[in-house]
């Protein structure tokens, strides 16, 4: 089944089917990625993922899913040292986030999903849906799309990290051109952790320069594995919470 693109359809179209559909809002950013990956792996990721999670979930979904232009820019301001980065400020991407809500909800939306694909979004796009349920008649669900990869029975699947293998194996499953040679990694700096704790520190960045983990070892093969179970289970959520908000 094709997917049902907001930009595809006229305004009489919405019209008709945003107050029974569910709207599902990719968002990415654009930001270094190491010295191997493209700044739009970010956007790229999410957009796959939801677009990918759509075509599958349309056909046993309750409710029509409106897929979203891609919001390609994020909150990135502590990628900004290391160029290639485009950011929102935490609060400016909040504004945009509630703008969208409420534009949404002008148009006869009640239900929204936000699909993330970047760390530095996640308590933006939490608050953004609690405070978009408030200000306007709308239901606003959040997920980010790599939950659920840690533990995944995907032969040892890592942790998602930042520009590392994870993120690079899905990469080279969706598109090999935009990444480059990848130099072995020979030191990863310890970083500060408490458990129950989140630790927030500009320094760990430098430390690593600008990546958590080893991407010398990704792989195609494998990153096809791990995205079609990321779709799979995000398929499923689509369809859950088309049936129950």
């Not at 089944?1 to 968002?27: G, N």
């Not at 799979?232 to 959520?237: I, T």
């Amino acid at each position: 089944m094709s997917v049902v693109r907001w930009q595809a359809q006229t305004r009489d179209q919405l019209t008709a089917l945003l107050p029974e559909a569910v709207v599902v809002l990719p968002i990415g950013a654009t930001e270094q990625h190491g010295p191997h990956l493209a700044t739009g792996t970010d956007a790229l990721l999410a957009e796959t993922a939801a677009t990918r999670a759509v075509e599958l979930a349309a056909a046993s979904a309750s409710r029509t899913l409106v897929l979203a232009p891609t919001l390609p820019i994020g909150a990135s301001d502590h990628h900004l040292p290391f160029g290639g980065t485009l950011s929102l400020r935490p609060e400016t991407l909040l504004a945009l986030l509630l703008d969208v809500a409420r534009s949404v909800a002008d148009c006869g939306g009640r239900r929204l999903v936000i699909v993330n694909g970047h760390g530095g979004n996640r308590g933006i796009c939490s608050a953004a849906a609690a405070a978009a349920s408030v200000r306007s008649p709308i239901t606003v669900g959040y997920l980010d799309y790599w939950d659920g990869a840690a533990g995944a029975d995907l032969g040892g699947t890592p942790l998602p990290g930042h520009a590392g293998g994870f993120e690079t194996s899905l990469v080279l499953a969706v598109d090999p051109e935009l990444v480059d040679e990848r130099a072995p990694r020979t030191h990863v700096p310890t970083i500060p952790a408490v458990p129950g704790v989140e630790i927030q520190r500009q320094a760990s960045w430098h430390e690593q320069d600008g990546y958590t983990d080893d991407p010398a070892k990704a792989d195609a093969a494998q990153g096809r594995e791990w995205l079609d179970h990321l779709v799979r289970r995000l398929a499923g959520q689509l369809v859950d919470l088309a049936a129950s908000i």
